[in-house]
T-cell receptor, first 111, second 110 residues
Framework: DAGVIQSPRHEVTEMGQEVTLRCKPI?????LFWYRQTMMRGLELLIY????????DSGMPEDRFSAKMPNASFSTLKIQPSEPRDSAVYFC?????????FGQGTRLTVV | GQQLNQSPQSMFIQEGEDVSMNCTSS?????WLWYKQDPGEGPVLLIA?????ELTSNGRLTAQFGITRKDSFLNISASIPSDVGIYFC??????????FGTGTSLTVIP
């Protein structure tokens, strides 16, 4: 298995633009997590899904953030409109049982 | 929400020295996981612990699941420069929420 695959690896966008981050979890994993990492706040859980259903989105900072998981092999995290304070590394992770595996992350820069 | 507290927050050590770090929680965990994150990469799973009191090794790494199920420890013996990175503890608690620790940044001086 190729592991958790995220795209793009890097994204630079202008303030106000829509940004879509993508994630392909490991096949067979029934949990998918979106995290944001910054120097100030470390790793923050944004939202997680179980069997494609959002379970806890309390970490999503604002209505500008939305996440979907239309099927077991794909999830998106969308920011609309983006702001400079959204600049961070966004990680997707998937899990079966108790061990979670991470993608390489998307480094987002909003200018 | 739930917070896992790691200590120390950062460490600067000489190559060859041993390293110890720990993680504590206010609630019981069923599983403890230890991850390492290299710069520019995602966290990579190092060791998983499943039972209270369990002691597990992976090469120079040894981790223990605390008896109270509210803490865990990670030791690295004979550190080398490639051990540099941020180490995170993590795990699902009895409510199946999955949490990450605050991280311990390790710098190894050659």
């Amino acid at each position: 298995d190729a592991g958790v695959i995220q795209s793009p690896r890097h994204e630079v966008t202008e303030m106000g633009q829509e940004v879509t981050l993508r994630c392909k979890p490991i096949s067979g994993h029934d949990y998918l997590f979106w995290y944001r990492q910054t120097m100030m706040r470390g790793l923050e859980l944004l939202i997680y899904f179980n069997n494609n259903v959002p379970i806890d989105d309390s970490g999503m900072p604002e209505d500008r953030f939305s996440a979907k998981m239309p099927n077991a092999s794909f999830s998106t995290l969308k920011i609309q409109p983006s702001e400079p304070r959204d600049s961070a590394v966004y990680f997707c992770a998937s899990r079966q049982n108790t061990e979670a595996f991470f993608g390489q992350g998307t480094r987002l820069t909003v200018v | 929400g739930q917070q896992l507290n790691q200590s120390p927050q950062s460490m600067f050590i000489q190559e060859g020295e041993d390293v110890s770090m720990n993680c504590t929680s206010s609630s019981i965990f069923n599983t403890w996981l230890w991850y390492k994150q290299d710069p520019g990469e995602g966290p990579v799973l190092l060791i998983a612990l499943y039972k209270a009191g369990e002691l597990t090794s992976n090469g120079r790494l040894t981790a223990q699941f605390g008896i109270t199920r509210k803490d865990s420890f990670l030791n690295i013996s004979a550190s080398i420069p490639s051990d540099v990175g941020i180490y995170f503890c993590a795990g699902p608690n009895t409510g199946n929420q999955f949490y990450f620790g605050t991280g311990t940044s390790l710098t190894v001086i050659p």
